[in-house]
């Protein structure tokens, strides 16, 4: 395939995507909506034997979204684990709750940033819950904070206790490793194209 007509392919499907979302919204009844859903994942599908990496449709969040946002968790993740500044960053935050804040706030910037706003791929909303939050923004970020908790857990870096400053202090340290990991889970989500 040429570079020109992988292009028209991109351009294609992107347009494909941009009619379909007016439809759905113009549509009344919900068996109409998921037949034009259906009709969405169809086309993201296709895109399956192509063998372009970049300039893809993403479309919703599925199991292989979040195996694929696990792996990019880890990766970037082990490295923060075996690192003692995690801990020591992490009761820094600790002391400091706008620190704590900002670092969730920065780190969720980040993510939506890398998923809707860099355009390393045409990410597409499928099915926001409350009909605003992204399920692949939830999916990212919730599975890079489950990894981050159950890693830095299991491998004796934070104690869960009923003390408080003891909790934020835990929450703090896995906040601190939380912010690679959400990038490694975006980018692992989304590089693959699925």
Same mark, same amino acid.
């Given at each position: 395939?040429? %570079?020109?007509?992988?292009? &028209?392919?991109? &351009?294609?499907?992107?347009?494909? =995507?941009?009619?379909?979302?007016?439809?759905?919204?113009?549509?009344?009844?919900?068996?109409?909506?998921? %037949?034009?859903?259906?009709?969405?994942?169809?086309?993201? &599908?296709? %895109?399956?034997?192509?063998?372009?990496?970049?300039?893809?449709?993403?479309?919703? =969040?599925?199991?292989?979204?979040?195996?694929?946002?696990?792996?990019?968790?880890?990766? =970037?993740?082990?490295?923060?684990?075996?690192?003692?500044?995690?801990?020591?960053? !992490?009761?820094?935050?600790?002391?400091?709750?706008?620190?704590?804040?900002?670092?969730?706030?920065?780190?969720?910037?980040?993510?939506?940033?890398?998923?809707?706003?860099?355009?390393?791929?045409?990410?597409?909303?499928?099915?926001?819950?409350?009909?605003?939050?992204?399920?692949?923004?939830? !999916?990212?970020?919730?599975?890079?904070?489950?990894?981050?908790?159950?890693?830095?857990?299991?491998?004796?870096?934070?104690?869960?206790?009923?003390?408080?400053?003891?909790?934020?202090?835990?929450?703090?340290?896995?906040?601190?490793? =939380?912010?690679?990991?959400?990038?490694?889970?975006?980018?692992?989500?989304?590089?693959?194209?699925?």
């Amino acid at each position: 395939m040429t %570079q020109e007509s992988q292009t &028209d392919d991109e &351009d294609g499907i992107g347009t494909l =995507f941009d009619e379909l979302e007016e439809l759905e919204a113009l549509v009344d009844s919900p068996t109409e909506r998921e %037949q034009v859903r259906e009709a969405m994942r169809a086309a993201a &599908d296709s %895109q399956d034997d192509d063998p372009l990496v970049f300039g893809r449709v993403v479309w919703g =969040f599925d199991r292989s979204d979040l195996a694929e946002a696990v792996l990019g968790s880890l990766l =970037f993740g082990i490295p923060m684990a075996v690192e003692g500044g995690t801990v020591d960053a !992490g009761r820094h935050i600790a002391q400091h709750p706008l620190y704590l804040l900002g670092t969730l706030v920065a780190a969720i910037g980040i993510v939506i940033s890398i998923l809707y706003v860099a355009d390393i791929q045409d990410v597409r909303v499928a099915n926001a819950y409350f009909g605003l939050i992204p399920r692949r923004l939830v !999916g990212v970020t919730g599975t890079a904070f489950v990894v981050s908790v159950t890693l830095l857990t299991s491998w004796g870096l934070v104690e869960w206790s009923t003390a408080p400053a003891a909790l934020v202090e835990s929450l703090s340290i896995c906040t601190v490793a =939380f912010v690679p990991m959400s990038i490694g889970a975006a980018l692992g989500d989304i590089l693959p194209g699925s």
